[in-house]
């Protein structure tokens, strides 16, 4: 990998997501080699995914270059590199670009969609975790209407333009509000010649309600505000399997649609050499102390999404949401430092800030600790953190100045299909 040898200690971080980023942020300027290794070589900002799929932002405007975010960091190296296989015996991490040794490593590869071992909908739906997978939604989505232009076939034609949502969790929430406001605003504009009010938007959760981490009047105002828009919410429906045309469920009920986007439940992301048993737990994440140290190994670490710490309090581990990403990579910085100082480490406590999910033009739930609120000044308060937690002024800049022109205009001007994309679908 060229990485220069130091007399530094050496910390590989596997994986630039919030996780990764807070905790190499915290140990720059630090007498620390810090090797950050990511498939990507950009930050993804994954909350607004949805508005890329959408066509509400451009990707750039939500990835940010990892070797900008750290580039004024003395001892710091960048590496694009697949991770496969984590050596612990011999200090070693295995990537397709070679071998490299480590005094401590932190894992924080994040998670991946958790399908729960169905096959066809794994192969024949969509997902939306990455920038390119967000990419290649939109780009299905707008081919979708096109092709219903040209069937005269009725029934493809309805499939075309329907649309089911997996998972009623912020993602499946927040994506199904926003097509709900492209059909009601955009598509009568753009397709005059197709009657898309027959479009429907469907969102399906297994469970009694939706946004099941917040409170029960944010899921029932959620909701609310999701029917007022057309969305069909179905509640205590568990979907069984898809075909590429027909998505079929746990009862009588079925759909037929060619956009099912899977967003019922994700998993930690984990490499081989941390994946046996003694390692990993329900969710499959990685088994760690208060500390964030794996278990059975004193020099290695996990967090963010592919951790799971169990307490008293959280037993089941924290949630996989981008605040405990950021304060575990930040605590962990300091407990580093004091490692190498022979110091006592600072066990994790988890602060709790709060949820939230908008559901459109002046629509959002926030759930605090002490006040939980809907409505308008929801979605301002929505639209402030989201702007705030974003990395780079530009991309803040460019995100608000997209934000407005989209409320003004009630528009979505990167409703473009860059690249084709059609999803092989498979029996």
Same mark, same amino acid.
């Given at each position: 990998?060229?990485?220069?040898?130091?007399?530094?200690?050496?910390?590989?971080?596997?994986?630039?997501?919030?996780?990764?980023?807070?905790?190499?942020?915290?140990?720059?300027?630090?007498?620390?080699?810090?090797?950050?290794?990511?498939?990507?070589?950009?930050?993804?900002?994954?909350?607004?995914?949805?508005?890329?799929?959408?066509?509400?932002?451009?990707?750039?405007?939500?990835?940010?270059?990892?070797?900008?975010?750290?580039? +004024?960091? #003395?001892?710091?190296?960048? =590496? &694009? *590199?697949?991770?496969?296989? !984590?050596?612990?015996?011999?200090?070693?991490?295995? /990537?397709?670009?070679?071998?490299?040794?480590?005094?401590?490593?932190?894992?924080?590869?994040?998670?991946?969609?958790?399908?729960?071992?169905?096959?066809?909908?794994?192969?024949?739906?969509?997902?939306?975790?990455?920038?390119?997978?967000?990419?290649?939604?939109?780009?299905?989505?707008?081919?979708?209407?096109?092709?219903?232009?040209?069937?005269?076939?009725?029934?493809?034609?309805?499939?075309?333009?329907?649309?089911?949502?997996?998972?009623?969790?912020?993602?499946?929430?927040?994506?199904?509000?926003?097509?709900?406001?492209?059909?009601?605003?955009?598509?009568?504009? +753009?397709? #005059?010649?197709?009657?898309? =009010? &027959? *479009?429907?938007?469907?969102? !399906?959760?297994?469970?009694?309600?939706?946004?099941? /981490?917040?409170?029960?009047?944010?899921?029932?105002?959620?909701?609310?505000?999701?029917?007022?828009?057309?969305?069909?919410?179905?509640?205590?429906?568990?979907?069984?399997?898809?075909?590429?045309?027909?998505?079929?469920?746990?009862?009588?009920?079925?759909?037929?649609?060619?956009?099912?986007?899977?967003?019922?439940?994700?998993?930690?992301?984990?490499?081989?050499?941390?994946?046996?048993?003694?390692?990993?737990?329900?969710?499959?994440?990685?088994?760690?102390?208060?500390?964030?140290?794996?278990?059975?190994?004193?020099?290695?670490?996990?967090?963010?999404?592919?951790?799971?710490?169990?307490?008293?309090?959280?037993?089941?581990?924290?949630?996989?949401?981008?605040?405990?990403?950021?304060?575990?990579?930040?605590?962990?910085?300091?407990?580093?430092?004091?490692?190498?100082?022979?110091?006592?480490?600072?066990?994790?406590?988890?602060?709790?800030?709060?949820?939230?999910?908008?559901?459109?033009?002046?629509?959002?739930?926030?759930?605090?600790?002490?006040?939980?609120?809907?409505?308008?000044?929801?979605?301002?308060?929505?639209?402030?953190?989201?702007?705030?937690?974003?990395?780079?002024?530009?991309?803040?800049?460019?995100?608000?100045?997209?934000?407005?022109?989209?409320?003004?205009?009630?528009?979505?001007?990167?409703?473009?299909?860059?690249?084709?994309?059609?999803?092989?679908?498979?029996?």
């Amino acid at each position: 990998m060229n990485i220069p040898k130091s007399s530094f200690p050496r910390v590989i971080i596997i994986g630039g997501g919030f996780a990764g980023i807070a905790l190499a942020k915290k140990l720059s300027k630090q007498e620390v080699q810090v090797v950050l290794l990511d498939k990507h070589n950009y930050h993804t900002f994954q909350p607004l995914l949805y508005q890329v799929s959408t066509g509400g932002l451009e990707p750039d405007s939500i990835a940010y270059p990892i070797r900008k975010v750290l580039q +004024d960091f #003395p001892n710091f190296f960048f =590496r &694009l *590199a697949n991770v496969l296989e !984590i050596d612990t015996k011999n200090n070693t991490v295995i /990537t397709n670009i070679g071998d490299l040794k480590f005094d401590y490593l932190v894992v924080a590869s994040g998670s991946k969609t958790n399908y729960f071992g169905n096959t066809s909908i794994k192969e024949n739906s969509m997902e939306m975790k990455t920038v390119p997978q967000a990419l290649n939604l939109r780009s299905l989505i707008l081919e979708n209407f096109e092709d219903a232009l040209l069937t005269s076939d009725l029934n493809e034609r309805n499939a075309l333009m329907n649309f089911v949502i997996v998972g009623a969790g912020p993602t499946g929430v927040e994506l199904a509000g926003a097509l709900a406001e492209i059909k009601k605003g955009i598509l009568p504009k +753009d397709y #005059p010649d197709l009657d898309t =009010r &027959l *479009a429907q938007i469907n969102l !399906i959760q297994s469970g009694d309600k939706i946004l099941k /981490t917040m409170s029960a009047k944010a899921s029932k105002k959620a909701e609310d505000f999701l029917e007022n828009l057309g969305v069909h919410v179905w509640k205590n429906i568990r979907v069984t399997g898809y075909d590429g045309k027909t998505v079929t469920t746990n009862s009588d009920l079925t759909f037929d649609a060619a956009t099912v986007v899977w967003a019922a439940g994700v998993k930690g992301a984990t490499i081989k050499g941390l994946d046996a048993e003694q390692f990993v737990t329900r969710g499959n994440r990685i088994i760690v102390n208060e500390f964030n140290q794996v278990k059975g190994c004193d020099n290695v670490f996990a967090i963010g999404d592919v951790a799971q710490m169990e307490t008293e309090t959280v037993p089941f581990g924290h949630p996989m949401m981008a605040q405990p990403a950021i304060q575990q990579g930040k605590l962990l910085g300091e407990n580093l430092l004091k490692l190498l100082e022979s110091k006592p480490m600072t066990p994790f406590v988890y602060n709790d800030k709060g949820s939230m999910a908008t559901i459109g033009r002046n629509k959002a739930v926030v759930d605090l600790p002490k006040f939980k609120f809907q409505g308008v000044f929801a979605w301002f308060v929505w639209m402030f953190v989201h702007l705030f937690f974003l990395i780079g002024f530009r991309n803040r800049m460019v995100v608000f100045i997209n934000w407005v022109y989209n409320y003004i205009r009630f528009d979505r001007e990167a409703r473009l299909i860059i690249r084709p994309f059609k999803k092989e679908l498979k029996s």
